[in-house]
């Protein structure tokens, strides 16, 4: 099924697997698709920016976004087309729509200055693709250094016939979210899924703001999901309890640079993916990193005893 304006729920943001050499680590891929499709996620998103698609070429890069489509079954698969030329973007965007993709999603290039000049970016990455595709509009200012105003990405939804979703990602953004959702309470804003990242840091909050979900790669995408459906559920305390638990780990996963390495080297633990190794060039976790986020995962066990694991053989190498 495509891409709606009513999706919801939780979509991890998958990492790329590598065996140690760097090639593509293809059972991995098939094991983490099969992990976020059992612990509940309600898609999965592939090569966005922790994924490390700028070290694939193209070929890689589609070979990549096919096995977890496939993989993924009734999960919906949500596929990072961001690319220094539109061509490569609807190559990939095409190739992806027709190995079973519900949607794609598009990234500023960072040369994006003024309002003007953003606006037409996204109408000519439309026109690119083809309308026919849904796409996530994804708004990360952070790394990407273009600032999306809300009435920005109001232009952006309302000049558009097929973007369905925001991937908010500004910090702070809590005021963004309810901007956006007053805009659709007065009309001036049709209907849109916002679905949030950086590594659910905010995402206590951005549930209460009026998001609909999560979107992010977080280790532990179980307590995304939790946190999502006790929001939604109205019992606030049980899901602030939850996820005050996780956050010295969520903080920690979230260090510029380094997250990847940390969130590789937590899912390597849980026996998911077979290396924690990134393709070059790519930051290490050294003996001292993995002795704390060991020690942080022992603190989140005691709230939370899915945190309490040991590596699995069949995954180690």
């Given at each position: 099924?495509?891409?709606?304006?009513?999706?919801?729920?939780?979509?991890?943001?998958?990492?790329?697997?590598?065996?140690?050499?760097?090639?593509?680590?293809?059972?991995?891929?098939?094991?983490?698709?099969?992990?976020?499709?059992?612990?509940?996620?309600?898609?999965?998103?592939?090569?966005?920016?922790?994924?490390?698609?700028?070290?694939?070429?193209?070929a890689e890069a589609q070979q990549v976004a096919t096995r977890f489509i496939k993989r993924a079954k009734t999960m919906q698969t949500i596929v990072g087309v961001s690319a220094p030329g539109f061509a490569s973007m609807r190559a990939l965007?095409?190739?992806?729509?027709?190995?079973?993709?519900?949607?794609?999603?598009?990234?500023?290039?960072?040369?994006?200055?003024?309002?003007?000049?953003?606006?037409?970016?996204?109408?000519?990455?439309?026109?690119?693709?083809?309308?026919?595709?849904?796409?996530?509009?994804?708004?990360?200012?952070?790394?990407?250094?273009?600032?999306?105003?809300?009435?920005?990405?109001?232009?952006?939804?309302?000049?558009?016939?097929?973007?369905?979703?925001?991937?908010?990602?500004?910090?702070?953004?809590?005021?963004?979210?309810?901007?956006?959702?007053?805009?659709?309470?007065?009309?001036?804003?049709?209907?849109?899924?916002?679905?949030?990242?950086?590594?659910?840091?905010?995402?206590?909050?951005?549930?209460?703001?009026?998001?609909?979900?999560?979107?992010?790669?977080?280790?532990?995408?179980?307590?995304?999901?939790?946190?999502?459906?006790?929001?939604?559920?109205?019992?606030?305390?049980?899901?602030?309890?939850?996820?005050?638990?996780?956050?010295?780990?969520?903080?920690?996963?979230?260090?510029?640079?380094?997250?990847?390495?940390?969130?590789?080297?937590?899912?390597?633990?849980?026996?998911?993916?077979?290396?924690?190794?990134?393709?070059?060039?790519?930051?290490?976790?050294?003996?001292?990193?993995?002795?704390?986020?060991?020690?942080?995962?022992?603190?989140?066990?005691?709230?939370?005893?899915?945190?309490?694991?040991?590596?699995?053989?069949?995954?180690?190498?």
């Amino acid at each position: 099924m495509k891409l709606t304006a009513q999706a919801a729920g939780t979509f991890a943001i998958a990492p790329t697997p590598f065996h140690d050499d760097g090639r593509i680590d293809d059972k991995s891929i098939d094991r983490l698709t099969d992990f976020y499709a059992e612990v509940g996620c309600d898609g999965v998103t592939v090569l966005g920016i922790l994924g490390e698609a700028p070290k694939m070429d193209a070929a890689e890069a589609q070979q990549v976004a096919t096995r977890f489509i496939k993989r993924a079954k009734t999960m919906q698969t949500i596929v990072g087309v961001s690319a220094p030329g539109f061509a490569s973007m609807r190559a990939l965007a095409r190739a992806s729509m027709d190995a079973g993709a519900a949607g794609v999603m598009i990234a500023p290039p960072p040369s994006l200055r003024t309002d003007d000049q953003i606006v037409n970016y996204f109408k000519q990455a439309e026109e690119a693709i083809g309308d026919d595709i849904p796409w996530v509009l994804q708004d990360y200012p952070l790394t990407l250094s273009v600032i999306f105003t809300p009435a920005v990405i109001r232009k952006i939804v309302m000049d558009s016939k097929s973007c369905v979703m925001l991937k908010h990602e500004d910090w702070p953004g809590l005021e963004k979210i309810t901007t956006l959702r007053n805009f659709q309470k007065d009309g001036s804003l049709r209907p849109m899924s916002i679905l949030c990242g950086n590594g659910g840091t905010f995402l206590d909050f951005e549930m209460e703001r009026g998001a609909d979900g999560a979107m992010t790669g977080y280790a532990f995408p179980e307590l995304l999901i939790d946190v999502v459906k006790l929001s939604k559920a109205g019992k606030r305390d049980a899901a602030h309890d939850l996820f005050d638990a996780h956050l010295p780990l969520i903080r920690y996963e979230q260090q510029p640079g380094a997250g990847l390495a940390v969130r590789k080297y937590v899912l390597h633990k849980r026996g998911v993916i077979a290396s924690s190794a990134q393709r070059k060039p790519g930051a290490g976790i050294t003996a001292t990193a993995k002795a704390e986020v060991d020690y942080l995962l022992s603190r989140v066990a005691r709230v939370d005893k899915r945190a309490n694991f040991q590596p699995q053989s069949s995954a180690a190498g």
